[in-house]
Antibody
Framework: EAQLLESGGGLVQPGGSLRLTCTASGFTFMRYAMSWVRQAPGKGLEWVSGISGTSALIEYSDSVKGRFTISRDNSKNQLYLQMNSLRAEDTAVYFC???????????WGQGTLVTVSS | QPALTQPPSVSGTPGQRVTISCSGSSSNIGTYSVNWYKQVPGTAPQLLIFASHQRPSGIPGRFFGSKSGTSAALAISGLQSEDEAVYYCATCDDALRGFWVFGGGTKLIVL
């Protein structure tokens, strides 16, 4: 059974940094693009960043471009999100997700809460 | 503003049929198929529909997805109390080199 487990969330001051990790199991991690999706309290889902299986293709939403960096280590089945210059509006639950088009094998982690506050 | 437009809320009584719309553009829905998700508060989204109209194993036939041009829709028939949740559409977008965009979500209220 496929599983995604996020870690690294917590409380950080504005301007601070945090690194999220997602550990995958139950599927061939290196074959698939992966994404980070966030959800601010009481708000909708927002795609944040994505990376292809080989890391050749990387994209960010405008709201985090220049501040966040996505990466992956296929030897460890892990996905990362380095978040710098954090702002209050980055406060959200961050989900690691294997989003896939035209396929039912779409997986999400349970999410990790990031709170940016002084 | 989300790239895909959904109504903030829809409502219906048990047994009724409701439809949730999702409007996009030529760079997203006009090019790619659509996923629909159901999210209950405090949990991760659950895939309801993929490839615009296909249901994953375990999703009942009461859920029906469709797509036409740059719009998509999710229809739920035989409404049940447990259908009360927030529903999101999602698809890929050429503006993000094939990565994903989401709708703003639609709260389904079962009266």
């Amino acid at each position: 059974e496929a599983q995604l487990l996020e870690s690294g969330g917590g409380l950080v001051q504005p301007g601070g940094s945090l690194r999220l990790t997602c550990t995958a199991s139950g599927f061939t991690f290196m074959r698939y693009a992966m994404s980070w999706v966030r959800q601010a309290p009481g708000k909708g889902l927002e795609w944040v960043s994505g990376i292809s299986g080989t890391s050749a293709l990387i994209e960010y939403s405008d709201s985090v471009k220049g501040r966040f960096t996505i990466s992956r280590d296929n030897s460890k089945n892990q996905l990362y999100l380095q978040m710098n210059s954090l702002r209050a509006e980055d406060t959200a639950v961050y989900f690691c997700a294997k989003l896939i088009s035209d396929d039912p094998d779409d997986y999400w982690g349970q999410g990790t809460l990031v709170t940016v506050s002084s | 503003q989300p790239a895909l437009t959904q109504p903030p809320s829809v409502s219906g009584t048990p047994g009724q049929r409701v439809t949730i719309s999702c409007s996009g553009s030529s760079s997203n829905i006009g090019t790619y198929s659509v996923n629909w998700y159901k999210q209950v508060p405090g949990t991760a989204p659950q895939l309801l529909i993929f490839a615009s109209h296909q249901r994953p194993s375990g999703i009942p036939g009461r859920f029906f997805g469709s797509k036409s041009g740059t719009s998509a829709a999710l229809a739920i028939s035989g409404l049940q109390s447990e259908d009360e949740a927030v529903y999101y559409c999602a698809t890929c977008d050429d503006a993000l080199r094939g990565f994903w965009v989401f709708g703003g979500g639609t709260k389904l209220i079962v009266l």
